[in-house]
């Protein structure tokens, strides 16, 4: 079991940039896959943001390609989330996820509000 914690979110106009933290109770170094995950308002899907697997394989949703960027100090055991040009479609409560073991775990979340 590991226990994950995020912060770093708030309210920003459209434009500005965001950090994101996520810390974890023990090493997330050999998880299979480090991530964060989005939730938009209205009942939407929870949707991949940007993922980090095997320890160096990043990847990301085409909407934050450029903008964002994923990263983690393993020192810290922390994921980060640099977010750039945020736009209010960036909208949404973050949340940050481990995959391993067959197992996903959450965080409980960070909203991430974008003013037009």
């Known amino acids: 079991q590991v226990q994950l914690v995020e912060s770093g979110g708030g309210l920003v106009q459209a434009g500005g940039s965001l950090r994101l933290s996520c810390v974890a109770s023990?090493?997330?170094?050999?998880?299979?896959?480090i991530g964060w995950y989005r939730q938009a308002p209205g009942g939407k899907q929870r949707e991949l943001v940007a993922?980090?697997?095997?320890?160096?394989?990043?990847n990301y949703a085409d909407s934050v390609k450029g903008r964002f960027t994923i990263s983690t100090d393993n020192a810290k055991n922390t994921l980060y989330l640099q977010m750039n040009s945020l736009k209010p479609e960036d909208t949404a409560v973050y949340y940050c996820t481990v995959y391993e073991l067959s197992l996903r775990h959450w965080g409980q979340g960070t909203q991430v509000t974008v003013s037009s």
């Open positions: 993922e980090i697997t095997y320890g160096s394989t990043t």
């Open positions: 023990r090493s997330i170094f050999s998880v299979i896959s």
